[in-house]
């Protein structure tokens, strides 16, 4: 494919990504060095996909037109995993999925979940386990024997696939309640808890914590149905036009949900289960009440900032955009943004601070959930179980997978977090 259309697809899927204009786990008994560095799962945002799905044939997601950064960060030593979870899929459902593929299991949505928002409760059935020694522990023979020495992994999510590894952790931790409760015996481990210890590090890249101000901007979270009338409109032109067919034919699927058809996808926007709903503040503060770090687990939130301050206000933006730090399909939304304000969103005041942003997220979203534990960064102090917040990155939504970025930056930046997570992982073996 040519380099211009490669740009398109990536650029275009950043913008459709964040709402606007991504149990045989302890079956096996191995050992492992002690030296070696737990792996890296790679979670996308919305519209986004793994180096699994058809659109890793086209363009990378993880690199975007830097290229494939998990075939870079491999070439570094770096072990790491790109699974793919639904496009459009609720933080909850994301997470669900994420567990199935790493322990290759079925799919469970759970029986409270799905019950609630009238889905089926499993999904796709994964044969085989992305990391099939995850979870596991050493001998007890062994010197470091105290620490129980049990494999952990590093969650790295962009955008929503930060929201989706927040989940995912807390639920490795806590599990749920209602879960246990509703399924008893029949329960996915996943809702169990007590698994946190096989986490080690979370990191959140453009990450709305706390939603974003883009869909109430552009009107569509003023009825809380902007997913929906999108698959409503798009539902009338394949229902009309026979268009779905020719995309299935030539291997394009609209798939969401593992297993779901697109009528089906059009009834769950209209429930609260979906991304969109996710991204919203009242969604995203419904999450925020549940989701909390866990004690044990390093936490890091790198947010992004494409926009400076106006020296003469038009038409209300007390931000502008220039080409330097924002690409061009990113500019509008970004004035969009940084000209809402002066408005409450279930009971958060939308002053001038949720002005700057990276094109689809803002800044101040994407520090850390505003109820979280949080601190400034400190290569001296790097606390566990409370947000490290990362200096605001200049630059705007895609930079931090690659668009537009050179592919030596878009190496040395991931590498300096993997070095730095892996310093602290060497501690966690004393």
């Given at each position: ?376 960064f400190s290569a001296e102090k790097i606390e566990r179980g409370v947000w490290n917040v990362m200096p605001v990155q200049r630059g705007d939504h895609g930079k931090a997978i690659g668009l537009f970025q050179d592919r030596d930056w878009l190496v040395s930046f991931y590498m300096e977090q993997i070095n730095r997570i892996n310093k602290l992982s060497e501690r966690d073996w004393r």
């Amino acid at each position: 494919m040519k380099k211009a259309t490669k740009i398109i697809i990536i650029a275009l899927s950043c913008v459709i990504a964040s709402g606007g204009a991504g149990v045989g786990v302890l079956g096996y008994m191995g050992a492992f060095s002690v030296q070696e560095p737990y792996p890296y799962v790679f979670v996308h945002g919305l519209n986004g996909w793994g180096t699994d799905k058809t659109g890793s044939n086209y363009a990378d997601y993880w690199g975007a037109t830097a290229g494939d950064l998990m075939k870079m960060l491999e070439d570094k030593g770096v072990e790491c995993y790109a699974p793919s979870v639904g496009e459009w899929n609720s933080a909850w459902d994301r997470a669900c999925e994420l567990y199935a593929q790493l322990t290759g299991a079925t799919v469970d949505y759970g029986e409270a979940h799905s019950s609630e928002f009238g889905h089926e409760r499993y999904g796709k059935a994964y044969g085989e386990a992305l990391i099939p020694d995850w979870g596991l522990r050493k001998s007890t023979a062994h010197k470091n024997a105290r620490h129980k020495n049990a494999r952990k992994i590093n969650l790295v999510g962009h955008s929503f696939g930060g929201a989706s590894v927040r989940v995912f952790a807390h639920l490795m931790a806590e599990g749920s309640e209602a879960e246990r409760t509703a399924s008893g015996a029949g329960v996915s481990p996943l809702f169990e808890g007590g698994k946190g210890n096989m986490v080690f590090s979370v990191t959140a890249l453009a990450a709305p914590h706390n939603g974003t101000t883009l869909l109430y901007a552009i009107g569509g979270a003023k009825t809380g149905n902007f997913l929906s009338g999108i698959l409503d409109g798009i539902s009338s032109i394949l229902n009309g036009t026979g268009l779905g067919d020719i995309l299935g034919s030539i291997g394009i699927s609209l798939d969401g949900r593992a297993g779901l058809d697109f009528d089906e996808m059009v009834k769950m926007s209209h429930t609260r289960d979906n991304a969109y709903y996710d991204l919203t503040l009242e969604g995203a503060g419904k999450i925020n009440g549940w989701v909390k770090p866990v004690p044990g687990i390093y936490y890091f939130s790198y947010p992004y900032d494409g926009t400076r301050d106006a020296m003469i206000s038009v038409l209300g933006n007390a931000r502008r955009v220039g080409s330097s730090d924002m690409s061009a399909v990113l500019q509008p939304l970004a004035a969009i943004i940084g000209g809402y304000g002066k408005n409450t969103v279930n009971n958060i005041a939308i002053n001038d601070d949720w002005l700057p942003n990276d094109g689809l997220v803002n800044t101040i979203s994407a520090k850390a959930p505003f109820d979280d534990g949080q601190c400034e960064f400190s290569a001296e102090k790097i606390e566990r179980g409370v947000w490290n917040v990362m200096p605001v990155q200049r630059g705007d939504h895609g930079k931090a997978i690659g668009l537009f970025q050179d592919r030596d930056w878009l190496v040395s930046f991931y590498m300096e977090q993997i070095n730095r997570i892996n310093k602290l992982s060497e501690r966690d073996w004393r």
